[in-house]
C-alpha cells in the first residue's frame, strides 16, 4: 500500500498546500551551476513546461511554439496524465569542466526523451525511459542519467519530452559528474540499506513464525515482502538489476506491486488488529478492498493501466483513511496492540507529508526529504516488528494467568473428587454387585445360546447330509438298476449259448452226424443266434456303463467329502466344482441348464472340504430360488472362473427370484432366513462366509429382485502366505 500511498495521497496533500506555495516568488530564468554549489534542483521561474494532450507535436513546433509556461513547483508533478509533458530550461556552467551531468531520480517514466544542441547548435536527442532498451542508456542507472557539454561560462537550453501512464514526476538535477555520481552513490546506499532492514525483518519474523506459530507473524511476512517488492518497483531496483530486458513485466511491476501491497497490508491488519472477532463489519469492508485490489491486477493485465492508476489511487486513500480511523477506534479500547499499530501508521503518514512539503518547496529538497518516505517505511517496519514481538510477552502472560486459573480450578477438582469419591466407592460396590449377578445371568444364557447354536449347526449338517445322501442314493439306485435289469436277459442268452455248445458236444458219439447237424442248425434258427450275439454286447455294454456311472458317483463323493485331507491341500477347484454338480445332478431342474466358463487355473492351497461345502451351499440356494419362481422357464446357473494377480475368483451366477438390498446386509447374518419355519436353520450362508473368512478371502453378492443373484468368491492361491 506504500507504493499507491505515495502518488494519491501526495496529490490529496498536495491540494491542501497549493495555495501556500503559489505566494512564493519565481527565481531566475537561467540555472547557474558553480563550484560552490555543484548540484541543486530546478528552482521555480527556472523551468517551463509546454502540454501536448495529443502527444504529436515535433520538436520544431515546440521550440518555435509560444505556450510554454512558468512552472511554480521546485519538483515539477503532473499527477496521472495521458499529455506528453515537455519541460524547457536554461543552464549556464560556472565551473571549470566543460561537462556537466543530467539526472531525473524518478525511474518510473515510460518514455523520457533529451533534446540538446549539438555542435552546429542544431538539436539532437538521446531516447530513453523505462520501455527504452536499457543497454543504450548513456549511464547503466535505473535513474535517467545524461552527460551534457556546455563550454565554462555559457549557458544552453535543453527540452525533455516525458510521456508515461504512471504519475508523472520530475525531479531534476544538474551539476558535476562528481556529485551526480555522489548522489547515485547516496541513494543506492540508503535503498540497500532500506532493502537490507526488509530482509532482515523478514528472515526475524520468519523465525518467530515457525516459533510461535501466530499467523499474524504469516501475514506481516507477506506485507513486509510485497513492501519491499513495491520499493523495488518505485525506486527502479528491480528494472535495473531484474527484468530491464522484459518489458511485459516492466509494464506491470509498478502496479502488481500496488496491488500487492495494498492486499497483504489488509490482511495483516485483519490478523493483526483480530477485525474478524472484534468488528465483523470492519472485516466485510477489508475484504471488499482486497477483492477491488485484486481487479486493479485484472485490469493492468487486460491494458486498462489509466483505469487501475486511477482505482488504486482511490483505494489508497480510501483505504489508509478508514485502516487508520478502525485503528485509532481500537486504540481508544485501550488495545495495546492497537496503540502501536496508529503509532507506526502516523510515523510513515508523517513521512507521507514531509515528503509532500518538499516536492511543493515548504521544506528543503535533500537527501533526507527525498527518502523520506523509505526511511518512515524502514521505522514503521521495525515498529510493526516490535509490537508482533510483544505480543510473545502477551501470550506467556495469558499463558501463565491460565494456568494460574487452571491451577485454581484443580484444587478446587481435587476438593471435589474426595467428596465424591466416598458417594461413588459405595455406588460402585452396590454397581458391582448387580454386574456379579448379571455376568452370571448371562453366563448362565451364553452356555444356553451355545448349546442350541451346536444343536443348530448340527441340525443343518444333519440336513445337507440328508440332502446329499438322498441325492446319491437316486443317482446309484439309476444305474445299478439298469445293472440289474440287463442281467436276467443276459442270463437267458448265455443259457441258450450253452445248449447249443452241448448239443456240438454230443456230436461226438452219433453215426448220422449230418442228421444232427441239421438240427442243430434248426435250432440255432430258432433261437436266433445273431440276435443273441448282438444282444450280449449290448447288455455287457450296459452293465459297463452303469459300473462307470457309479464308479464317477462315488469319485465325486469321495471328492467332496476329502474325507482324507484334513490339512491344506493344492487341490483343482474345477474338480471341486464338477463333483459338486454330480452329487446334485438328481436336485437340477430338466430345464435348468448348467453353464461353465472355467480358465485355466493353477491348483489353489485350502481345505479342499470346506471349499466343497461352500459350493454345495451356494449351488443349493441357487437352485431353491429358481424353484421357487412362480413363472418357470429356461433358467440357468452360471460358473465362471478366472485368475487375478494371486487371487482367483469364483463367480456363480442364477437365475432365481433374486433378493432385495435389505435382504442382501444380511444374508451372511447367523440365524437369518427367507425359508418358512421349519424349512431353514439360517446357518447356511453365516458357515460359507466363516469358511471363506478362514481361507483369507472375502465373498460378495450382487442380486436384484427378479432378477437372480451373483455370488463372486475371492480366494488367494496360496492360503499359508495370507495368513502370516
Known amino acids: 500500500m506504500r507504493l499507491l500511498i505515495r502518488p494519491a495521497f501526495y496529490r490529496f496533500v498536495c491540494l491542501l498546500l497549493l495555495v501556500t506555495v503559489r505566494c512564493i516568488p519565481a527565481w531566475a530564468d537561467t540555472i547557474n551551476i558553480s563550484p560552490n554549489y555543484p548540484v541543486q534542483l530546478a528552482e521555480y521561474g527556472q523551468l517551463e513546461y509546454l502540454l501536448d494532450p495529443a502527444g504529436h507535436l515535433s520538436f520544431a513546433e515546440v521550440e518555435h511554439s509560444s505556450g510554454f509556461q512558468k512552472l511554480q513547483k521546485q519538483i515539477p508533478n503532473f499527477g496521472l496524465t495521458q499529455d506528453a509533458i515537455w519541460l524547457r530550461f536554461t543552464v549556464k556552467n560556472n565551473t571549470q569542466q566543460p561537462e ?354 451346536t444343536r443348530l449347526v448340527e441340525k443343518e449338517k444333519m440336513a445337507s447330509l440328508g440332502q446329499l445322501t438322498a441325492g446319491i442314493a437316486h443317482e446309484i439306485n439309476n444305474p445299478i438298476n439298469f445293472v440289474t435289469s440287463n442281467i436276467k436277459p443276459l442270463k437267458l442268452d448265455i443259457a441258450d449259448l450253452q445248449d447249443l455248445l452241448n448239443r456240438y458236444d454230443g456230436l461226438a458219439g452219433k453215426a448220422d452226424i449230418q442228421s444232427e447237424l441239421k438240427s442243430i442248425e434248426q435250432f440255432k434258427r430258432e433261437i436266433d443266434i445273431d440276435y443273441i450275439h448282438e444282444e450280449i454286447s449290448s447288455l455287457i455294454k450296459g452293465i459297463e456303463d452303469g459300473a462307470a456311472r457309479t464308479a464317477e458317483i462315488v469319485k465325486g463323493l469321495r471328492t467332496f467329502s476329502r474325507l482324507d485331507e484334513s490339512d491344506v491341500k493344492s487341490i483343482d477347484i474345477h474338480e471341486g466344482l464338477d463333483s459338486t454338480l454330480v452329487l446334485l445332478r438328481n436336485a437340477i431342474p430338466p430345464n435348468v441348464n448348467i453353464i461353465k466358463n472355467y480358465a485355466e487355473l493353477p491348483k489353489v492351497e485350502c481345505y479342499a472340504g470346506k471349499i466343497n461345502q461352500v459350493f454345495m451351499n451356494i449351488f443349493s440356494n441357487a437352485l431353491n430360488a429358481i424353484k421357487s419362481k412362480k413363472e418357470h422357464h429356461d433358467e440357468s446357473i452360471t460358473i465362471s472362473t478366472r485368475q487375478e494377480d494371486q487371487t482367483v475368483i469364483i463367480r456363480i451366477k442364477d437365475t432365481g427370484i433374486g433378493m432385495s438390498e435389505e435382504v442382501q446386509q444380511k444374508i451372511f447374518d447367523p440365524f437369518f432366513t427367507t425359508k418358512d419355519v421349519g424349512e431353514g436353520t439360517g446357518l447356511g450362508l453365516s458357515i460359507v462366509f466363516s469358511i471363506i473368512e478362514k481361507h483369507r478371502g472375502k465373498i460378495i453378492v450382487n442380486s436384484t429382485p427378479g432378477e437372480g443373484a451373483e455370488f463372486i468368491i475371492y480366494l488367494p492361491l496360496n492360503i499359508t502366505n495370507h495368513q502370516s
Request: hydrophobic share 50%.
Open 100 to 453: 556537466l551531468m543530467f539526472n531525473i531520480t524518478y525511474p518510473i517514466l515510460d518514455l523520457i526523451d533529451l533534446y540538446y544542441p549539438g555542435p552546429d547548435n542544431r538539436y539532437e536527442v538521446i531516447p530513453g525511459g523505462e520501455l527504452r532498451p536499457f543497454k543504450k542508456r548513456p549511464v547503466v542507472h535505473q535513474n535517467f542519467v545524461y552527460n551534457i557539454s556546455i563550454p565554462n561560462g555559457t549557458a544552453q537550453t535543453f527540452y525533455v519530452r516525458i510521456q508515461s501512464r504512471e504519475t508523472i514526476l520530475v525531479p531534476i538535477y544538474i551539476g558535476t559528474s562528481r556529485e551526480i555520481y555522489s548522489k547515485l552513490y547516496n541513494d543506492d546506499l540508503l535503498l540497500s540499506i532500506y532493502i537490507g532492514i526488509i530482509l532482515v525483518m523478514i528472515f526475524y519474523n520468519t523465525f518467530i513464525f515457525f516459533s510461535v506459530r501466530d499467523w499474524s507473524y504469516f501475514y506481516y511476512i507477506i506485507y513486509i515482502a510485497c513492501v519491499g517488492l513495491a520499493q523495488i518497483c518505485l525506486h527502479g531496483f528491480g528494472y535495473r538489476l531484474f527484468w530491464h530486458e522484459n518489458l511485459y513485466i516492466t509494464e506491470q511491476a509498478v502496479l502488481w506491486g500496488g496491488a500487492l501491497s495494498g492486499i497483504s497490508v489488509l490482511l495483516f491488519v485483519q490478523s493483526f488488529l483480530h477485525v474478524r472477532e472484534k468488528a465483523p463489519w470492519a472485516y466485510r469492508i477489508m475484504t471488499l478492498f482486497v477483492i477491488v485490489y485484486s481487479s486493479t491486477i485484472v485490469l493492468s493485465l487486460l491494458g486498462y493501466f489509466s483505469i487501475a492508476y486511477a482505482l488504486i489511487d482511490f483505494l489508497a486513500i480510501t483505504g489508509v483513511s478508514f485502516i487508520l480511523l478502525f485503528a485509532i477506534m481500537q486504540a481508544v479500547k485501550h488495545s495495546r496492540t492497537a496503540k502501536i499499530f496508529v503509532l507506526a501508521w502516523t510515523v510513515f503518514i508523517l513521512a507521507i507529508i514531509c515528503f509532500v512539503l518538499k516536492d511543493v518547496g515548504i521544506i528543503p529538497y535533500n537527501i533526507f526529504t527525498s527518502h523520506i518516505i523509505v526511511i518512515g517505511s524502514a521505522i514503521e517496519v521495525i515498529l510493526l516488528s516490535f509490537a508482533l514481538a510483544d505480543k510473545i510477552n502477551t501470550f506467556k502472560a495469558e499463558k501463565e494467568a491460565s494456568q494460574a486459573i487452571a491451577l485454581e480450578i484443580s484444587k478446587e477438582n481435587e476438593q471435589l473428587v474426595r467428596e465424591q469419591n466416598i458417594i461413588l466407592e459405595a455406588k460402585v460396590q452396590e454397581r458391582t454387585e448387580e454386574l456379579q449377578n448379571s455376568n452370571r445371568d448371562l453366563n448362565v444364557a451364553l452356555t444356553n445360546l451355545k448349546d442350541t447354536q
